[in-house]
T-cell receptor
Framework: GQNIDQPTEMTATEGAIVQINCTYQ??????LFWYQQHAGEAPTFLSY????GLEEKGRFSSFLSRSKGYSYLLLKELQMKDSASYLC?????????FGKGTTLSVSS | GAVVSQHPSWVICKSGTSVKIECRSL??????MFWYRQFPKQSLMLMAT?????????EQGVEKDKFLINHASLTLSTLTVTSAHPEDSSFYIC?????????????FGEGSRLTVL
C-alpha cells in the first residue's frame, strides 16, 4: 500500500526557520514533490527531488533520502504569507500520491 | 510555465442532477491527466487517471459509474458527477504532467468547488 506521513500542524514566528518532515512507504518511487496550498486554492509547486540530497530554491529547500524513505521541506526567514498547508507527494508509478498535509501557522 | 485550465470554478446544483467539469491543458499536450478530490481540511485524494483514447483507471473505492471520465483529446479531459448528492460536495482538481518540462512537474487546474444542495 501507499503511506505518506507528515505532521498535521506546526506553528512558527516570523523570521524563524521551520522544517516539515515527510516519511513515505510507496510501491514505486519516481520522485518526491512538495506543494504549497492556501485555503480554497489549488496547490502550487515548490520543489521536486528524485536523487538524494538537498535542493535549494530561495527561502525554500527540500531534502531527500531514498534509503530512509524520508524528506523534509525547510522554510527560512518565515513570512506571514507562508501560512498555508504544505503537501508532500510521491510519484509512485505515473500517479502522484499526496500526504495529508501540514498546516503551518506563522505568527508575528 | 505550463497552464492547466479548469472550468467551472464554482458550481451549485440540486441533488440528483449531473455536473460536468472540464480540464484543459492550454499550452502542452497531456496524454494523461489526473483527477483529485479534496474534502475540507483534508489532503488531495486521487480519484482516477484519465488516459487519452482509452478508459480511465479508477482508484479503489471510487465509483466509475458515478464519476464518468472522458479524455476526448490530448488537451481535454472531463469529469461528470452523475446523480450528484450532498456527500459529493467537494473541491475537485485536475492535473497534468508536461513531460517536456524535464522535472515531470505536475501542473494543477484552479479547482472546481461543487456544492450539491
Amino acid at each position: 500500500g501507499q503511506n505518506i506521513d507528515q505532521p498535521t500542524e506546526m506553528t512558527a514566528t516570523e523570521g524563524a526557520i521551520v522544517q516539515i518532515n515527510c516519511t513515505y512507504q510507496t510501491s514505486g518511487f519516481n520522485g518526491l514533490f512538495w506543494y504549497q496550498q492556501h485555503a480554497g486554492e489549488a496547490p502550487t509547486f515548490l520543489s521536486y527531488n528524485v536523487l538524494d540530497g538537498l535542493e535549494e530554491k530561495g527561502r525554500f529547500s527540500s531534502f531527500l533520502s531514498r534509503s530512509k524513505g524520508y524528506s523534509y521541506l525547510l522554510l527560512k526567514e518565515l513570512q506571514m504569507k507562508d501560512s498555508a498547508s504544505y503537501l508532500c507527494a510521491v510519484l509512485a508509478g505515473t500517479a502522484l500520491i499526496f500526504g495529508k498535509g501540514t498546516t503551518l501557522s506563522v505568527s508575528s | 510555465g505550463a497552464v492547466v485550465s479548469q472550468h467551472p470554478s464554482w458550481v451549485i446544483c440540486k441533488s440528483g442532477t449531473s455536473v460536468k467539469i472540464e480540464c484543459r491543458s492550454l499550452d502542452f499536450q497531456a496524454t494523461t491527466m489526473f483527477w483529485y478530490r479534496q474534502f475540507p481540511k483534508q489532503s488531495l485524494m486521487l480519484m482516477a487517471t484519465s488516459n487519452e483514447g482509452s478508459k480511465a483507471t479508477y482508484e479503489q473505492g471510487v465509483e466509475k459509474d458515478k464519476f464518468l471520465i472522458n479524455h476526448a483529446s490530448l488537451t481535454l479531459s472531463t469529469l461528470t458527477v452523475t446523480s450528484a448528492h450532498p456527500e459529493d460536495s467537494s473541491f475537485y482538481i485536475c492535473s497534468a504532467r508536461a513531460l517536456a518540462g524535464g522535472s515531470g512537474e505536475l501542473f494543477f487546474g484552479e479547482g472546481s468547488r461543487l456544492t450539491v444542495l
